[in-house]
C-alpha cells in the first residue's frame, strides 16, 4: 500500500514538472501576443513624406549626359536622394543641394551607402553648369523631362516648381520625399534611421 501510495504522489509530480514546463514555453508566448496586439508601442513616425504606392524609378524616361538609357547598375543597387530641377538653380535650389550634399556627409558611417544626384529636367544653362562644377562634382547627373516625371509631379504642392529631395532605396523604388522647408537634421535623422534598420544595401 505504501509503494502504491509513493508510486502516486510520483506520479503527481512527475504530471506536475509537465504542466510547469509546458508553462514555461507557452505563457511568454501568450504574454507576447497580447503586448503585440494591445500593449503600448512607441509610433514609428518619419520626418519625410512616405510615397505609396512607391513610383519604380525605371519608370521616368531617365539617361545619363551622353543621352544614353541608364544602366540598372548606374540606377541601383545604392540609397539616392534626387533633387529634380529645370534649366536653372535659384536661391531655394541651391540651398537644397547644398542640405542633400551636407546630409550625404552627415550620415557618417554609412556614407558609403547612399548617393546624391540632381536630376536635369532641361539643359543646365552656364550659370548652372559653373555652379556644379565648383560645388558638386560628387552629385550625379541624370537626365529625363518633365512630361515623364507625372507621378513625380503630383506629389508636389506647385507641381511646376519641384522642389523636395526624394530619397530612392536600393531596388529603385522611391518611397519617400522630403519637403523644401525641412530642416536638414530631420532628413539626417530619417537617413540615419532607415539605414540602421534596412538591410538592403
Known amino acids: 500500500m505504501t509503494n502504491e501510495v509513493a508510486d502516486q504522489a510520483h506520479e503527481k509530480r512527475s504530471n506536475l514538472a509537465l504542466w510547469v514546463l509546458t508553462a514555461s514555453f507557452f505563457i ?18 518619419s520626418n519625410g513624406e512616405l510615397i505609396i504606392p512607391v513610383v519604380d524609378i525605371h519608370t521616368l524616361g ?13 540606377l541601383t543597387p ?7 530641377v529645370g534649366s536653372s538653380c535659384d536661391s531655394s535650389c541651391q540651398t ?17 551607402r547612399v548617393n546624391h544626384g540632381i536630376v536635369h529636367l532641361a539643359e543646365p544653362d552656364e550659370a548652372f553648369v559653373e555652379l556644379i562644377e565648383k560645388e558638386h562634382k560628387a552629385a550625379g547627373r541624370i ?5 515623364k516625371i507625372s507621378s513625380i509631379t503630383e506629389l508636389e504642392a506647385n507641381p511646376s516648381q519641384l522642389q523636395s529631395i ?3 532605396d536600393p531596388l529603385g523604388n522611391i518611397m519617400m ?14 537617413m540615419n534611421k532607415l539605414l540602421k534598420v534596412s538591410r538592403l544595401r
Open 143 to 147: 537626365y529625363t523631362t518633365i512630361d
Open 96 to 112: 537644397s543641394l547644398y542640405n542633400m550634399r551636407q546630409i550625404n556627409i552627415g550620415i557618417g558611417k554609412y556614407q558609403d
Open 62 to 74: 531617365m539617361t545619363g549626359t551622353a543621352g544614353a538609357e541608364l544602366s540598372e547598375e548606374e
Open 28 to 45: 511568454p508566448a501568450f504574454l507576447a501576443y497580447i503586448y503585440f496586439y494591445y500593449g503600448d508601442r512607441p509610433a514609428i513616425k
Open 166 to 168: 526624394y530619397l530612392v
Open 177 to 190: 520625399h522630403f519637403p523644401k522647408d525641412l530642416e536638414p537634421k530631420l532628413i539626417n535623422k530619417d
Open 78 to 84: 545604392h540609397w539616392r536622394m534626387l533633387y529634380f
